[in-house]
């Protein structure tokens, strides 16, 4: 190996390991924890056995060593000083290979794939969702005069059909209590018709536990059951 190679692989070894510490001394802010702490022990290990690999090297000139050996020390330096304060700020850094905020995975083409989720790591606040808010909508039944309108409006009609027809009108945006359903089926004659408007209806109807009392605009029990399964939803 030529020494101009030897010397570009080490000082390149030196800015790879050593990069991260040197910026973050220069910088002098406190440890990232993203970075483990395996990597750095990994970085330092690495610097020794250059730095032994320079000092056996006895076709290098002593400029060179010298140089070599001064940056691989400041190198190190740097990544000591980092793992120092890196024990000082432990609760920053994640237990990676034990982290529970760690998750690790095969994926479909045999990759291992790790993720892991930065608001388990130790000393981070958990992020409050925001609680949905169900939205509450005030419906009003009929007033008094609106109902006596739309009985009036249901009178007018001769057939049954187009009583219902002028009922189904009026309802699209309206609502009505059980006892005013009451007063409507009893402009009904057929009970078909009755039960065709209750269909209609019961999903307009502001007191449902009230709709026992809507049995009685039905006088035949099978009538009075099918009443029941509509207003069951059945």
Not at 11 to 35: D, F, I, M, S, Y
Request: net charge negative; with cysteine; proline share 7%.
């Amino acid at each position: 190996m030529k020494r101009t190679g030897f010397a570009s692989m080490v000082a390149g070894v030196v800015l790879l390991l050593a990069g991260p510490a040197a910026a973050q001394r220069a910088e002098n802010t406190k440890v990232p924890p993203q970075l483990p702490l395996p990597l750095l022990k990994q970085a330092d290990e690495s610097l020794q056995k250059a730095e032994e690999m320079v000092t056996a090297d006895t076709k290098m000139g002593k400029k060179e060593r010298k140089r070599l050996l001064l940056e691989i020390q400041d190198a190190r330096s740097d990544i000591q000083d980092f793992l120092e304060q890196a024990a000082s700020q432990k609760a920053m850094l994640p237990a990676w290979d034990c982290c529970p905020c760690r998750e690790q995975k095969v994926g479909p083409d045999g990759k291992v794939e790790v993720t892991v989720n930065i608001q388990g790591l130790p000393g981070q606040q958990p992020v409050e969702q925001p609680v949905p808010v169900e939205e509450v909508v005030e419906v009003t039944p009929l007033t008094p005069e609106q109902l006596e309108t739309l009985v009036s409006a249901m009178n007018e009609q001769s057939f049954s059909d187009d009583k219902l027809a002028v009922l189904t009108e009026a309802m699209k945006e309206a609502y009505v209590t059980v006892a005013q359903v009451r007063r409507l089926l009893d402009q009904l004659s057929f009970p078909d018709d009755k039960l065709q408007a209750l269909r209609l209806l019961k999903g307009r109807i502001t007191d449902p536990q009230n709709k026992f009392q809507l049995y009685g605009a039905f006088v035949h029990s099978s009538d009075k059951d099918e009443a029941k399964k509509i207003l069951d939803g059945k």
